[in-house]
């Protein structure tokens, strides 16, 4: 029989009906803003060529989460035992052969291990070789193919994450 909630490992999440964390409700939650701001900041690039609320949007996400992935990485490899709040998923054990919250754990890391490198190659080229303040340049369009790439990949990072969370700590 497992423990009761309040007596595994970490802080009891606030989202009801979960058995998650504090720390990955507030992920979960979290890339439900990140991703509709993200596609405000382009819009506000590509429709209203507003290059410096962009740049502000773009570098406050990175910001947040990199503040927010460090705090989840802490709470996840030294805090709480995520494991042991996703045994009673029924997808937790080897159903048929497959543990679909590793399975699902595996696909999203495939996107989101690459997705922190890309924002910060962009983020970091974007402020070496855009101009200050920010407007059209000769690296536009490098910019734009690797920008646009972060963005798909973030996307589909938080896609996969809002899966393996269903599938870990709702089921």
């Keep these: 029989m497992l423990p009761p909630l309040a007596e595994l490992p970490g802080l009891d999440g606030f989202l009801p009906g979960s058995r998650a964390t504090i720390m990955l409700d507030v992920v979960f939650v979290a890339m439900f803003a990140v991703v509709p701001l993200m596609g405000w900041g382009i819009w506000l690039v590509r429709a209203r060529r507003n290059y410096a609320l962009h740049k502000r949007v773009q570098l406050t996400l990175g910001i947040v989460l990199l503040l927010a992935v460090a705090a989840f990485e802490i709470d996840m490899q030294f805090i709480s035992d995520w494991r042991e709040r996703a045994k009673p998923s029924p997808?937790?054990?080897?159903?048929?052969?497959?543990n679909w919250v590793m399975r699902s754990l595996y696909i999203h890391l495939f996107f989101a291990i690459p997705t922190a490198f890309l924002w910060i190659f962009v983020i970091v080229q974007a402020l070496r070789k855009i101009p200050n303040p920010p407007r059209p340049?000769?690296?536009?369009?490098p910019h734009m193919f690797w920008a646009r790439l972060a963005a798909?990949?973030?996307?589909?990072?938080?896609?996969?994450?809002?899966i393996f969370y269903c599938l870990a700590f709702v089921a």
């Excluded at 997808?91 to 497959?98: D, I, L, R």
């Excluded at 798909?152 to 809002?162: D, S, Y």
């Design 152 to 162: 798909i990949e973030m996307v589909l990072t938080a896609v996969t994450g809002w």
């Design 91 to 98: 997808y937790f054990g080897a159903s048929e052969g497959v």
């Design 137 to 141: 340049c000769a690296y536009s369009r």
